[in-house]
Every structure is written in C-alpha cells, then in structure tokens.
C-alpha cells in the first residue's frame, strides 16, 4: 500500500512477548505511549500487533535508562514485528528506537535523543506490513543488523565519547533499505513539502551495509534525501564503504568527514533519476544547511545517474549530477547522464566536479556537461561527453595534465537501427547540438584571487562578478579546457551555439603541450598556449601579453574547417591539416613544416548565411591584447582568412591551398612579419581591393624575391597552389 496522508484514526492493540520489569529486563516496549512489555538487553524482541490495522500504530522501543534525559547503558537486540494490515482506513505503522521521552520525529532533519546503546536491527513478518511502515531510530554506538521498512524518517548512530576525549562507535553496519516511494502532504510535515522514502540517515564514523531505496513507482520513485558520516567528535571517520542504490529514484546529499571507499573497496553511489550533491566536509561542518569548509578526504566511487531516466524531454537536462566536491582525490569511475546545476547547498553558485587532488576516474557524460565545470589539480583519466559541453574542464596545478577530452560523438557510427543508438542522445544532439560552446562570462582572470599574478585553482572557483551581473553562466564560471599538458582532445564542433541564442564569448583550448588535437569544425572559438602574462598598472592587474609565448606545441592537427571566429596559434613545427575551408586565422610564429588547406584560403563572405566583410558569428570585445579576445588590435584587419607568420622571414615550410583539387580558391591573406606591426608585415593575397594589398606580393603569381618571406618561400608558395591547382602553373 502507498504511503497517503496520514491521520491518526485509533490504534490496535499491541501484544508483546517479555517478562515484568526488573534489572534483568531494561528494555521497554510501548504502543501508543503506555508501557506493555520489558525485554532483557542485546537479546531478540517478537512483537505481535492483534488487531487488524487501520489506522495509526505506534511502536517506541527505548532502554529504560533514558527515561527523565538518562544515557543509555543497554543494547537493543533484533526487533521483528508481526500484525494484518486492514484494508480500511489509512493503516500507518510507526517504530521509533529513542529515548523514552521522545517522540516521532516530525522531519527528517529533526536531532533525536538516544534510546540505546546498539541496536540489531528490525523486520516484519510480511511485506504488506512491511510497506505500511516508517521508522526512526537514535542510537549512541552501532547499528549492527539490517533494517528494512516502508519509509525511513531518520537513522542516527552518531557515537560517543568515553574516558574524555577518546570518540567510540557510530557505525552503520546492517543494510537500510526502504521501500516506499517518495510521498508528499504528511501530516505533520513542519514545511517539508515532500519526504522522501529515505530521509536521514547519519553515522559517527562508517556506514558499510547497502543504503537502498527500492520503490520503482513511476511518478516517486524511492529516493533518498540526506546521507551523513562524521561528527564534530571525531574528525577522521572512516567513511562510507557500503553501496548506497537508489536505482530509481533521487539522490539529494552525500556529505561526509571521511573517505569514500578504501584501497579494497570501491562503494557505488547509484541514482535511477539525479544526484544533487556528494561532498567531504570538515567533520565541524556535518549537518549545515549551507557547509563551506571542504575535507580532504579522498572519493572513491562508482557513481551513476539517469538508470531510470523519466519521460520528460531534452530540454530539461534529467539524470543529472549537481556537485561532487572533495580537496582530496577522486577515484574509481564517475557515468552519468548530465553534469549540469541544480539544488546543492554550495552557495557560489558554481556547479560541476571540484577535486583539490587528482582525478582517476574516469568521466562519462552520455548526453551534456551543462553550465557545469570539472576543476581539479590533475585530470589523470579521460573524460566523454556525448553531445554538449558549456563549462571548462582545468587541471589547475601548474604541473597539471588533462589525459584526454571527447565531446560530441555520441551515437558515432551508428544508424537508429543499430544495437547501442541512444535516441535520447539524438534528441539532445538536435536540441543542444554536439559542441563545445561559448559562455556569457569574460574569461577567467589570474587576479581573481591571490596570488594575482598568476592562476591557481581558487581563480576557476571564485566567487567573482564577470558575467554582467553574476559570478556564474548557469553553475559554470569559463567555457576553457586548461593545463600544462594535455592528451588527446577530440572535439566534433567549438562554436557558440545555444538554443536561447550565441554565446559572446568564445570558447578556449589553452596548453602549451598537446599530443593530438582533432576539431571537425572549428567555427568559433580558439586553441592557443594559454600562457597570458600580467601585470599591475595604474592601481590595476591587466594583461600584459607577450605574443611570443602564445603558440602551442601540437604533435598532431587536424581539423575539417575553420570558421572565420576560429583562431589556431601552433608552433609551426608539426603539419597542420585543414581538410576543407579555412575562413579564420592560423597563426604560428615560424613555419618549418605544412599547412595544408584542402578547400580554399576564403573570406568571411564565404561563411553559410553571411554576407562580406559581415561579422558572422557574435564576438565578445573585451579591450584584451590576447588571443583570448578575437577582436584585438591586428585580428581585424579585414574580413578574410588569414595564416599569419609571426616572424620576418617565417616561412620556411609550405602552405598548400585547394589541396582537395576541388575548386577551392585563394582569397585570403598570407601574412609574413609580425601581425602587430614589431617586424616587416608583408601580406600575400589576390585581393588588389584589399587595404593590405602590395602588387609585389600578389598571389598567388607574386614575383618577390624570397628573402623577406624565408628561403624556401617563392617555391612553396608555386609548388603548393601548382599542386593545388595544376592547370595554373605561372
């Protein structure tokens, strides 16, 4: 029977097995609050419920030591509960393990008072009874036997401290689980507008048994509101060990004072719908609404959301995880639908996977990573997303990798008849596109916080206003991927799309070291070594860029067009293969090896839908001389594609256009010389209309000595358009 609104319409009459009250018998069972039976410490209690139920049954198992706010000095043993549920009325059956003056706690939140020392757990005699139920137990040592009921109000085990300082007990090592669903309109809720099936549950030190809720109802699914480990008492728990399934329902907090998992142990974190947040908190921290301070405790999990996603569309983000955050590591391996914002009790605002330490799990996100940010010291596994990526994802040491980066290629390869096609991850794709996408927020800056001149992790954590009016686009605070070095980086589009309209500011790559780099479509957006230098002038942190330290080392380039917001800054030492158009900028500072443009060298013109020297996709101008900011000084010249040499006498390698042979054009510009105007800017186009335009370098039949452009430049320069375009030798 599901749980409805519960009014109190009499009670049945209990029967319990025991004996009169001595010393031998210091544990007292009630109903209803009158005294009817006493038990022996530590050993089994039967109870048997006569009459039928239809209305409100009430059972309080306590140690008679707490009655007028005495401490308990007796265990409770294994409590199993027999009766027949009516089928009239509104049959509820409460049992409440606390002090004997206490009574049902009225919200989950709600502190109780101790009613023993252990306790060995509780079960019914059927699952009718069973699911009629709601329980709420406050021990001060363990919970050493399963408890499985309807509904679980709260479980406390939050130990003690003996013989002064030393703490003592707190475990949860029988399993909980309930297996109600989620239900609203409670009598007596104090505010709550619903309950889950599992509301509190909160141990000193460790919980090891299975925390389950089990209800698969299609509207409430079982879920769990808040599952706590640690107290101000004892400051190095030993955390969570046991699996914590809601394969159906929600998750809403997981905050702890110690570890997740063990060297041995890998406990999974399980939601069949969402999980708002999983945090290690300092242990003084444990039971604030709003907790600020982080533990160091390291996370070890296998987490999951959306294993029952609901019926509702694309739009609304579902299956998502809200915040993880530890200072410590994080391990064992994070699948989920979404990483997207939500209720979570961090009040910045920002939203994502924050880890102090390293990430070795690896990151799986089937469909987007929405207005979220993944920050950690070293990002040591890959990381997937399916469709969409709105946030940054930063290795924030200044030794920090990210191993690999996905984004865009779900359901690659395969047809919707295909075994293994996701629908819903076509459903997005068509909604949210497959892209790594621009953000409303300037970028950030190393002066967010101290040390202002350089970054560190608390820059891409601050709680900094830069985004008009807010700190946060969404939950996320920059649209960047940043380290030292990263591995491989495979990304089907960067643009600045968004279903609510483009993004102004564009979308970065920034290391100086990347092994492989694969963009299908680098529309908008820019790749460059993120090395931005600053300074303090005028009472004020400002960029102070050297453009000579702005070119990344890539081992491998390829990239199946370029759109005219898409800037590439390279080192020139490795090829660069564009398979199709290139309308941006390839900017390097001497070129040793090959460009090779397999469409044409075009203007902005030649961009779908815009018309020349048209501004084709919405820049954000913020006044900074960096490749950040595509609008600086030089970057726009002239509506065109432009591959610019930074150094007099740069090009040393060759440049091929129209490598394809299918009719791609030169229209663009080849710039030798420092596009700043520090060396002898030379432009090379066949444009005379452009404002750059020199008859001694006309392309592509241009009669200038080599010289000025480097030594091999005359004959790249014909060899490469003659390969391009064989029926054009000069």
């Not at 009630?30 to 006493?38: F, H, L, Y």
């Not at 908008?524 to 453009?547: C, R, T």
């Not at 913020?622 to 509506?639: C, L, V």
Request: proline residues 6%; hydrophobic residues 40%; aromatic residues 6%.
């Amino acid at each position: 029977m599901g749980f409805m609104k519960l009014v109190r319409l009499g009670a049945a009459v209990l029967l319990a097995s025991g004996v009169s009250v001595s010393g031998q018998t210091p544990i007292r069972v009630e109903v209803t609050g009158q005294a009817t039976t006493q038990h022996a410490a530590s050993t089994p209690i039967s109870v048997t419920i006569s009459n039928t139920i239809t209305g409100t049954v009430q059972v309080k198992i306590y140690d008679v030591n707490t009655i007028g706010a005495g401490a308990p000095s007796n265990n409770i043993g294994a409590v199993t509960i027999s009766g027949t549920v009516g089928t009239s009325g509104t049959p509820l059956l409460e049992v409440l393990v606390a002090d004997g003056d206490t009574s049902f706690p009225s919200t989950p939140p709600e502190l109780m008072t101790v009613g023993a020392i252990d306790f060995a757990g509780l079960s019914f005699s059927s699952t009718a009874l069973r699911d009629i139920s709601r329980v709420a137990v406050a021990v001060a040592g363990d919970i050493t036997g399963s408890i499985e009921a309807g509904a679980i109000r709260r479980i406390q085990a939050l130990g003690r401290v003996v013989s002064g300082p030393t703490y003592v007990a707190g475990k949860i090592t029988g399993n909980i689980t309930a297996t109600s669903a989620d239900f609203s309109a409670v009598c007596g809720n104090a505010g709550f507008e619903s309950f889950r099936a599992i509301g509190v549950i909160w141990a000193g030190d460790e919980i090891s048994g299975t925390i389950s809720a089990t209800s698969d109802d299609e509207s409430n699914p079982g879920g769990l509101t808040w599952l706590l480990i640690g107290h101000e008492s004892n400051t190095t728990p030993v955390g969570l060990l046991g699996d914590v399934r809601i394969d159906y329902g929600s998750i809403e907090k997981v905050h702890t004072a110690g570890p997740i998992g063990s060297s041995t142990v890998m406990p999974k974190i399980w939601a069949g719908r969402s999980i708002q947040e999983v945090r290690v908190l300092q242990a003084a921290d444990l039971g604030s609404a709003s907790p600020v301070a982080s533990g160091s405790a390291k996370v070890k999990a296998d987490v999951q959301t959306g294993l029952n996603p609901d019926s509702t569309h694309e739009q609304s983000i579902h299956g998502a995880l809200h915040l993880l955050m530890t200072d410590g590591d994080l391990q064992g391996a994070i699948t989920i639908a979404n990483l997207a914002p939500g209720n979570a009790s961090l009040a910045s605002g920002a939203r994502g996977i924050f880890v102090g330490g390293a990430i070795t799990a690896p990151i799986a996100i089937r469909y987007n990573l929405q207005n979220s940010d993944i920050i950690a010291a070293s990002i040591d596994a890959p990381i997937t997303i399916g469709c969409r990526a709105k946030g940054s994802i930063v290795a924030s040491d200044p030794n920090g990798q990210i191993v690999s980066v996905e984004i865009g290629y779900a359901n690659e390869g395969l047809d919707e008849e295909d075994e293994g096609y996701d629908p819903v991850a076509a459903a997005y794709a068509a909604h949210w596109g497959r892209l790594f996408t621009g953000t409303k927020c300037v970028p950030v800056s190393p002066w967010f916080t101290v040390p202002y001149d350089e970054y560190t992790r608390a820059d891409w954590t601050a709680d900094v206003v830069h985004c008009g009016p807010y700190n946060f686009d969404g939950g996320a605070i920059d649209s960047v991927i940043r380290a030292a070095s990263i591995g491989t980086l495979r990304i089907h589009e960067m643009g600045v799309f968004d279903p609510a309209g483009p993004k102004p500011y564009l979308p970065r790559i920034e290391s100086p070291m990347i092994d492989s780099l694969e963009v299908e479509i680098l529309r908008a957006g820019v790749v460059w070594s993120g090395e931005l230098q600053v300074d303090y002038i005028d009472d004020e942190w400002v960029v102070a860029n050297n453009p000579e330290d702005d070119y990344a080392s890539i081992g491998a380039i390829r990239v199946g067009w370029i759109g005219p917001a898409g800037d590439l800054w390279v080192d020139g030492t490795t090829r660069v293969q564009i398979d199709g158009d290139m309308l941006g900028q390839v900017h390097v500072p001497t070129l040793t090896d090959t460009i090779w443009i397999g469409g044409r060298l075009g203007l902005w013109c030649h961009y779908p839908g815009c018309s020349c020297p048209g501004n084709c996709a919405p820049l954000g101008n913020f006044d900074e001389e960096s490749p950040r900011d595509t609008t600086w000084e030089g970057e726009e010249i002239a509506a065109r594609g432009e591959i610019v040499i930074r150094e007099v006498g740069g090009l040393q390698g060759q440049i091929i256009i129209n490598g394809n042979n299918d009719g791609g054009t030169w229209d663009g510009a080849v710039i030798v010389g420092d596009e700043l105007g520090y060396g002898n800017r030379i432009v090379i186009t066949p444009d005379d209309g452009d404002a750059e335009f020199d008859p001694d370098f006309q392309a592509p039949h241009y009669l200038s000595p080599s010289g000025p452009l480097g030594v091999p430049a005359l004959f790249a320069f014909l060899n490469a358009w003659l390969v391009a375009l064989p029926d054009e030798a000069c």
